[in-house]
């Protein structure tokens, strides 16, 4: 739900300072868990379809402010033919995690209240910042203008996303992305407002088209056939209102037709931004998608190694912190040469020391990363895997279960980092051949997997590997990779311990 929070976003009761902070500590509802709790501060719609009215809440465990959304539909009949479908985009849309969309966190339905028309109520991250619209205005209003390379970070921020949505299965449509929609915070992070889903668009009570925003809408959409092309067109509009900061409308109607917008891109200079600008707004077609933009010359560049080095940090941070010992993280003097760089020409190498390291500004643009800021655009995005949403305890009681074994998920995440250690038994124990088995991994989708287990020697690393297989503990695909390690690390602890032995 693409909203914010500014001084003019939020309405309340026309009284002194004193009275609406009071009543804006006032609680008007409470989600059924108890965590989400709705206040006296509406939150004004930045044109979202579909969304009758939404207030700032509290999240009562992070002690956030969220915003609390309302969906209410036109008859209880149309809200029971729809139920099943609004409950799976729902349950999508909550699993879509992405630096550059706005986070959607929960959501419930309100069929038992005394309501007349039931509701459905969804919980979604809190803008604080503007629209992107409202930052265009204040630069036009100072006579300047979006320089190139805040405009290529921008567009590459706001495709990203689109090729995160775009790259999901089924693929999933913003279908409302407008620079109202696409926010920006004081560190250049962009957000686009989450996803409006059409099982509510065309069954809820406030659902009309705003004439100044049909602009931002392909042409597509009158035949029907609407696909993702729509939102690279919508793109497109925001991109050249980025790089124009205004596209003239026709007189008092406010009315943008095809051909100002034409007229527009003919006012950009640049050739290869033209060109770019051409493509979004070409037939539905002819259009590329989000990922060919992303390698558009205007906007693709070939990662620093400083870039690559920050996001693989920032991936593995957590992993590395939890499980690297103090020793080894004091081990790095000042002193210590990190790089030598051998200049042609000259006989000496430049050394690289540690104390040279611009620690507070590497820590920014490691912030700046770990925000989204900077994406990596230049390789394939990896496909999302489904959530695996743990089953509910039955509340019946349970059925004998029978002589066959029940199946097993199989894991198809693949493992990006993995660490193995192995340690002697315990002592009195015959420490050459028990051993204590530790598995530290990391899977493609961040999760990481502790494993741990007795074995002995004389067993087969393959053996042990295939079982985790069959466990669901790691994918076919790298059992060949875990048996290695293993075997690698069992052979390391028998050869020191029997020299110990023999002693």
Known sequence: MPTTGGNDERTGSPRDSGDESE??????????????????????????????????????????????????????????????????????????????????????????????????????????????????????????????????????????????????????????????????????????????????????KTYTEEQRNMHYIAPEYGDGNVSVAADIYAFGICALEMAVLEIQGNGDSRHISRQAILTAVNQVDDIAQKNFLKRCLDDVQSRPTARDLLLHPVLFEVHSLKLLAAHSFAKNESFLQEHLSDKEQNKVQKDDVIATIKLQGQAEEVQWRVAQVPALELEKFLEEVRNGIHPLTAFAMKRSYPVK????????????????????????????????????????????????????????????????????AEESPRVLANELVQYGFISDFDKDRVAGIIEEKVNIVVQSVVPAIAT
């Open 23 to 204: 009543d804006e500590r006032e609680i008007l509802e409470e989600s059924p868990c108890g965590r989400w709790q709705k206040r006296r501060v509406k939150v004004t719609q930045r044109d979202v379809p579909g969304i009758d009215v939404a207030y700032l809440a509290m999240d009562m465990e992070e002690g956030r402010e969220v915003v609390w959304n309302e969906v209410q539909f036109s008859a209880r009949r149309d809200f029971k033919a729809q139920e099943d479908k609004i409950q799976v985009v729902f349950d999508n849309l909550i699993q879509l995690e992405h630096p550059n969309i706005v986070k959607f966190y929960k959501y419930w339905t309100d069929t038992k209240s005394d309501r007349d028309k039931p509701r459905v109520i969804f919980i979604t991250e809190y803008m604080s910042s503007g629209s992107l619209k409202q930052f265009l205005k204040k630069i036009k209003k100072d006579k300047r203008n979006i320089q190139e390379k805040s405009w290529r970070r921008w567009c590459t921020q706001i495709l990203s996303a689109l090729s995160y949505l775009h790259s999901c299965d089924p693929p999933i449509i913003h279908g409302n992305l407008t620079t109202d929609t696409v926010f920006i915070q004081h560190n250049g992070l962009i957000k686009i407002g989450s996803v409006a889903p059409d099982a509510i668009n065309n069954h809820v």
């Open 389 to 456: 949403i743990r089953p509910q305890s039955p509340e019946t009681q349970e059925s004998v279960k029978s002589a066959t074994p029940e199946p097993i998920d199989m894991e198809n995440r693949k493992i990006t980092m993995m660490q193995c250690d192995i340690k002697q038994g315990k002592e009195g124990e015959e420490t050459q051949t028990n051993l204590h088995l530790e598995l530290l991994l990391r899977l493609d989708d961040t999760m990481n997997r502790h494993l741990s287990c007795e074995i002995t």
